[in-house]
């Protein structure tokens, strides 16, 4: 069974760029989770979709950033205007169960400049 | 908002030496999980506790989760280089979202052989 995957790994930009994270999640799993772990700090949960709907979106920092899960299947997060405070590893989860095990992508390293 | 902390931030230990890592949370959890991440990889379930004062080992990890399912803890006996790593425990608030865990800062394991 294939797992989370994420795309790209890395990705370094200049402030004020766009970038486009994708993630797929393993297969029949309607739960996808995105969160963020910036230098230092912990894990910090960003939005949950449940198929193509966004049950919880209280983790979104502002709104220059949107995830979007169009046909509940991959995923994506995109970071219009980037700011430096942005860097950090962005994962990807995916779930069968709602309250259960969490597969972790292996995460897309962002550097702002 | 809310917190779980996590202690110690870092520990270091003989190869064969126990390791316990802790767990606070300020409001009653739901539930509980614990993830390692390797250096280099992405966080990997370990576990989840529902029950208060819910024991559950596997091999030398023993985790617990206190009365009042506001604490939890990990236990790693006879410690080995494979258990290098950084642990982190993740609960879901009683009453908040289903998708929404909230992380530890986790504690990073060294093992010295």
């Known amino acids: 069974e294939a797992g989370v995957t994420q795309f790209p790994s890395h990705s370094v930009i200049e402030k004020g760029q766009t970038v486009t994270l994708r993630c797929d999640p393993i297969?029949?799993?309607?739960?996808l989770y995105w969160y963020r772990r910036v230098m230092g700090k912990e894990i910090k949960f960003l939005l949950h979709f449940v198929k193509e709907s966004k049950q919880d979106e209280s983790g979104m920092p502002n709104n220059r950033f949107l995830a979007e899960r169009t046909g509940g299947t991959y995923s994506t997060l995109k970071v219009q205007p980037a700011e430096l405070e942005d860097s950090g590893v962005y994962f990807c989860?995916?779930?069968?169960?709602?309250?259960?095990?969490?597969?972790f992508g292996p995460g897309t390293r962002l550097t702002v400049l | 908002g809310q917190q779980v902390m996590q202690i110690p931030q870092y520990q270091h230990v003989q190869e064969g030496e126990d390791f316990t890592t802790y767990c606070n949370s300020s409001?009653?959890?739901?539930?509980i999980q614990w993830y390692k991440q390797r250096p280099g990889g992405h966080p990997v379930f370990l576990i989840q506790l529902v029950k208060s004062g819910e024991v559950k080992k596997q091999k030398r990890l023993t985790f617990q989760f206190g009365e009042a399912k506001k604490n939890s803890s990990l236990h790693i006996t006879a410690t080995q280089t494979t258990d290098v790593g950084t642990y982190f425990c993740?609960?879901?608030?009683?009453?908040?979202?289903?998708?929404?865990?909230?992380f530890g800062k986790g504690t990073k394991l060294s093992v010295k052989p």
């Open positions: 993740a609960g879901r608030v009683v009453g908040g979202s289903q998708g929404n865990l909230i």
């Open positions: 989860a995916s779930s069968q169960v709602r309250p259960g095990e969490q597969f």
């Open positions: 297969s029949g799993h309607d739960n």
């Open positions: 409001t009653t959890l739901s539930n």
